[in-house]
């Protein structure tokens, strides 16, 4: 088991990480509240399901009394029509402002349950137990919360940090092998925005990974995560670092409607056109470049890129990151560093995106 701490203002938390820690969770929570009551899980039924009653256990053991509040699958559901009716049952059920909101399930359970935290009278303390790879590594931790909107992804959330994250990599062994790797391409993305040690162990095991392994993966990029945001709270400089592969990736998802990629997935490709990127442009030696782009491959097989260069180059220019009139890229300069860059010519651009779909063809 490992304990990171995350230090934000005004109370930094502690991501316990481990396997089977599940089972400590009332405990874990119990020690961060002596007083408190009662507890809301939002969860989804598969979750519950799956790994619901090892949660109830533990938190009734720490003499929690549990209510659980399921929404349904699907990023469909991250909207703020969601927040609202679990806001109603929660009142229903007699939620105060002492009552604490559990987190668990993948980024979605998360980001909604988060902004249903920050928002229930004015804001309750929330737990997050991440039960993806991807919630683990990237969403759990940093305090964006936030939903959907008919217009765009995220547009409408607020910062609310949880005042605990229990972190079990048990819990990754319901996951499908797809979702997975998904996550894994965001810790390889940790291993190349700054640690060498990182990058070299998901590049020498890929996507086959003993428990050990995974713990080790998920800790370190929790780490880089936690440092990020405790330098960054509010994401006004470094912690646009983490964006490394997301600038062409969002544009993927939005080209194919997120129908074709996984999150994860779309932000491989991004990374794969960013390393390009900082080659072409004397940033980073092809050596290096190689490798990063071996490591995401051999992660396994990607969903090919069908888009055409000029249609992303199209989307970026209408994205939320380019109001400023320039196109940002997180690119690497070695592995484990990165520099923003927002003077790459559209032409490459372009030229990049349109080689993607021969990797994809390889
Ligand atoms: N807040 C942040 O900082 C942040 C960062 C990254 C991503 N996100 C958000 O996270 C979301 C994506 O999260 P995700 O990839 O976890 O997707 P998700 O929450 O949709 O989960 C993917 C699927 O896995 C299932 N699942 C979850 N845990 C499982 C388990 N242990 N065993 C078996 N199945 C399980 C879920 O039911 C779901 O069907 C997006 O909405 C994204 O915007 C937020
Ligand atoms: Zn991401």
Redesign the pocket.
């Known amino acids: 088991m490992r304990k990171i701490t995350v230090h934000v203002a005004p109370q930094a938390y502690q991501v316990t990480i481990g396997a089977g820690v599940l089972n400590q969770s009332g405990d874990s929570l119990r020690a961060v509240f002596p007083e408190q009551t009662r507890v809301f899980v939002v969860t989804?039924p598969?979750?519950r399901r799956?790994?619901g009653n090892k949660l109830q256990a533990s938190l009734v053991a720490a003499r929690f009394k549990v209510d659980f509040l399921e929404m349904p699958?699907?990023?469909a559901h991250?909207k703020l029509a969601t927040v609202e009716n679990l806001a109603v049952r929660m009142s229903r059920l007699g939620a105060d402002r002492k009552s604490v909101v559990v987190a668990f399930?993948?980024?979605?359970?998360?980001?909604t349950a988060?902004l249903l935290a920050a928002l229930y009278m004015r804001g309750v303390d929330l737990l997050q137990v991440?039960?993806?790879l991807?919630?683990q590594v990237?969403?759990s931790?940093?305090g964006?919360?936030?939903v959907?909107l008919k217009t765009g992804?995220?547009l409408v959330g607020v910062f609310h940090q949880p005042r605990l994250v229990i972190t079990d990599t048990n819990?990754?062994s319901?996951?499908?092998a797809r979702?997975l790797r998904?996550?894994l391409y965001?810790s390889l993305k940790c291993g190349v925005i700054g640690s060498m040690k990182l990058f070299e162990e998901i590049e020498s095991k890929g996507a086959v990974l003993s428990p050990r392994e995974l713990e080790s993966i998920v800790s370190q990029s929790v780490q880089m995560k936690a440092k990020i945001v405790a330098a960054d709270e509010r994401e006004n400089g470094l912690r646009r670092v983490l964006n490394f592969g997301h600038t062409i990736g969002h544009a993927l998802e939005t080209e194919s409607n997120y129908r074709r990629f996984?999150?994860?997935e779309a932000v491989a490709w991004g990374m794969i056109a960013a390393t390009r990127l900082a080659t072409v442009t004397n940033r980073l030696d092809t050596f290096s470049a190689r490798r990063i782009i071996n490591a995401i491959l051999h992660i396994g097989t990607l969903p090919k890129v069908a888009a055409r260069g000029k249609t992303i180059l199209g989307l970026l220019q209408a994205d939320k990151k380019t109001r400023d009139g320039k196109i940002h890229f997180v690119l690497p300069t070695k592995i484990g560093k990165v520099e923003i860059a927002n003077d790459v010519p559209e032409t490459l651009i372009v030229a990049i995106v349109d080689e993607l779909r021969e990797i994809a063809s390889v």
């Open positions: 989804v598969k979750v799956l790994w699958d699907g990023e991250k399930g993948g980024g979605v359970v998360g980001d988060g991440p039960t993806t991807l919630a990237d969403a931790v940093g964006k919360t936030g959907d992804k995220n819990v990754l319901t996951l499908s979702e998904a996550g965001e996984l999150h994860g």
